[in-house]
């Protein structure tokens, strides 16, 4: 049986994992972030990204089902707002459909999600499952990627910025907000998980977890560079950029 | 609202969705019958494809556990049986062990499927998952597929046999009983689909769960055509073709 690791081993294990398999080591984003996607794979990035997009207040809602504690039911509930907003037009599904729009996509294709890859939505699905299946502490765990997604959020912004002319500082506003909110999860989320996994046993599902969910990142990063920059790889039946 | 089609229409429509997205279609399948792949790539298919045989009884067991006529039960369950075996060594999941053994992958790892595409998991569990939350209508329909698979396999093992020094009869023994069990297999579902998806509404999601189906097999095919045929794709925790 392996040790238990301090609350603090355990946090150096966790970005570990971040550091060997969080998505920005695949090399689709270092495309999308030096300027070398041409504006279709943007497009195509943006149009499966939003699949993920909608499915994460889903996900988060699926988690606050299962927590039983009002005040961590409260800590989790700015998830799910954040994401569908107060109203029509707020929230991070609208504003990624800014970044959808602003980059020519028909806003209907979009939401119907229809012209997606199958890899994206198994992948994203996974996710979902995965958080009403496992463990409430595994659940939990599998969102701490986003002890990573502050700094891969800045490069971003910055890269995209500086390398296509089609995207604005308004395109991108759904990352704005996001490396705030971020930190706000990832204490909520990390302060759970240092207190409830403290056996061998739970630390491992908790490791594993994270790994799961940085699994889910990288498999819809592989199948848009499958599909959109390796040629005629695209299946019939989803998004064809335009000639 | 769209006619109602007659039964025989329905099949002529489910036909149709195979001779477009079948994943005989799929490239990696022309590079693995025509003798195009290397040993390395047989491997990766055999490795990772494992992964879909070990989940198919699970899967009919699932539907198994959702139908309510015991006459309709026992022409399921078969399914399982043929899977599963009377006994240790016997069986589809057994046979298909003895190609990976032939290929000369450990049999410890592969039914570890810890070394298997992120890809791969999620496309077969999405299958999983969608037999247990969709209507036992589409849930038996999503296994339609079996009407294509007799000829494929056809072309597969002579393809296969005819290609490869390191392929036998023995090597794919899984595929011998294959076709007739298929036969057998189609003959139920397709009769319960006649059937009972006798409304515009039923037999749409009769196709549409065909389709996803078809989308199952297609995104494990793209999976590993990414990883393993495409250069320097295979994630760093996924099976390294040795060197």
């Given at each position: 049986?392996?040790?238990?690791?301090?609350?603090?081993?355990?946090?150096?294990?966790?970005?570990?994992?971040?550091?060997?398999?969080?998505?920005?080591?695949?090399?689709?984003?270092?495309?999308?972030?030096?300027?070398?996607?041409?504006?279709?794979?943007?497009?195509?990035?943006?149009?499966?990204?939003?699949?993920y997009q909608s499915r994460i207040p889903q996900k988060d809602a699926a988690i606050l089902a299962r927590i039983e504690d009002p005040a961590l039911r409260r800590a989790w509930r700015p998830r799910v707002i954040d994401h569908d907003g107060e109203r029509e037009g707020e929230g991070g599904i609208a504003k990624w459909l800014r970044l959808t729009d602003a980059l020519g996509l028909d806003r209907d294709l979009v939401e119907s999600t229809r012209a997606i890859l199958p890899g994206t939505r198994f992948a994203v699905?996974?996710?979902?499952?995965?958080?009403?299946?496992?463990?409430?502490?595994?659940?939990?765990a599998s969102s701490l990627t986003e002890l990573f997604s502050p700094q891969v959020i800045h490069t971003r912004v910055q890269?995209?910025?500086?390398?296509?002319?089609?995207?604005?500082?308004?395109?991108?506003?759904?990352?704005?907000?996001?490396?705030?909110?971020?930190?706000?999860?990832?204490?909520?989320?990390?302060?759970?998980?240092?207190?409830?996994?403290?056996?061998?046993?739970?630390?491992?599902?908790?490791?594993?977890a994270l790994e799961f969910k940085c699994d889910v990142l990288w498999a819809m990063l592989d199948a848009l560079h499958h599909a959109y920059v390796e040629p005629g790889h695209v299946p019939p039946w989803a998004w064809e950029p335009p000639r």
């Open positions: 049986m392996k040790p238990v690791l301090s609350p603090g081993g355990l946090v150096e294990r966790l970005h570990a994992i971040g550091a060997a398999r969080y998505h920005d080591k695949h090399p689709f984003h270092a495309l999308l972030h030096s300027g070398r996607c041409t504006k279709a794979q943007v497009q195509a990035w943006a149009l499966n990204r939003y699949y699905d996974a996710y979902v499952h995965f958080v009403r299946e496992r463990t409430l502490l595994e659940a939990i890269g995209m910025l500086a390398s296509y002319d089609f995207v604005t500082p308004e395109t991108l506003v759904y990352f704005t907000a996001r490396p705030e909110q971020a930190r706000r999860d990832v204490d909520v989320a990390l302060a759970y998980v240092t207190e409830h996994a403290t056996i061998p046993e739970t630390q491992v599902a908790v490791l594993q």
